[in-house]
């Protein structure tokens, strides 16, 4: 008797699965380093790392083993008690990451984490009003950023395609030009609370914040009275070579922000979310304890599970100084790049291994076929990258964006490197 046939991964996913992403047709099934085989058995360099999630890259085993070991004593109890895991994370974090005081509330992802900061925010901005007595609401962030996919995050998000079609958002949002003093100076406002900024914006295509401008941030906050919340949900643990991103662009001891969101890399791989709040005083009480009982809150944020995991993440990066690989490893691509370049690639952007590859968007404009496919420059680039093995991710429609784990060997780098000429020479000859 005949067996009846399986239905495919891919047809599975077109009748069951909402269609919120344009999926690739790679079906993964294994994962082991900065390798991935699919159900056919190909095997990826993976170089998209669930999206700068996979820190020390897939099936590490020191993570297998924290989840094996926690799953065995506890894996979720609710937030009403207090188990130990969670604290020791909020404790490793503002001791060993932040390295000032203060406090963290957990959750489960980075949008989470932003919408802890945007309600910190308004917070704020009622206890501590406006010149003329009025609350102040009024959030700044900048054009080309992204804080998450949430009816809050949206609104907070200085794109417009990602708002589009979700009206009318949450009010009380300013956009203004990122890397610009000029335009921060006059934007902000006796109105705002807050100034929400990605060091370096991941999905507006790899921009990273000069140090000027950052430094011009830091002195607007605290001459103005304005909270300064930096989104490292991308750029944060280790990912531009060092636990803060910010820090990779300024060590100025000075820039000192009020709050901080995380995700994705924390966790490398297992879903959690965070925000570190600073104890500074405001009024009679402290930032760190306005979200207060009843105001805020998650029934799965920092599990037992979730914060075993996440500790023995950070542990790693700093007790085996994987934050100096992603350095060396960043400038070896750096230097390669300006030694060999390759084509279609007009300049290469990031810090660490959040590196955005400009494409020559009149180049490929020129490639014959490439007008019929109604993809975006980088997307059509992504999708031959994958054909060849090396797994990438758009950054906006003209940047090929690597976030491969942080502990990449020098080797691998070269492979890929290797992949990108090969491929990119031969559509454009």
Known sequence: MSQEKQTSTVDLYSQYVAPTYGRFKICPK????????????????DFSGGVAVNSLGHSHPDLLKAISD????????????????????????????VRINGKCFFCNSGAEANEGLIKLARKFGEISPSSTGEPRHEIVSFYGSFHGRTTGGMAATGQEKIRSGFGPLMEGFKYLPFNDVDELLNGVGDNTAAILMEPVQGEGGINVASEEFLSAVQELCQTRNILLFFDEVQCGMGRCGDLCGWRMISNDQE??????????????????????????GVNDLKLCDLLSPGTHGSTFGGSPLASSVASTVVKKIIDEKICDNV????????????SHPISLITELRGLGLMLGFQVDVKAINGIEGFQKTNKTPALFLVELLAESGLLTVPAGPDVIRW??????????IMEALDIMRTVFEKINT
């Open 255 to 280: 820039i000192k922000p009020d709050a901080i969101s995380w995700a994705k890399g924390l966790g490398g791989g297992f879903p959690i979310g965070a925000i570190w709040i600073a104890d500074k």
């Open 30 to 45: 294994r994962g082991e380093g900065v390798f991935l085989w699919d159900e056919n058995g190909t095997r990826y360099l």
């Open 403 to 412: 976030l491969p784990p942080l502990n990449v060997k020098e080797e691998q």
């Open 327 to 338: 350095i060396k490893i960043g400038e070896l691509v750096k230097n390669h790049l300006q």
């Open 70 to 97: 926690q799953a065995t004593d506890l894996i979720h109890c609710s937030n009403l008690y207090q188990h130990r895991g969670q604290a020791e994370l909020a404790r490793l974090l503002t001791e060993k990451v």
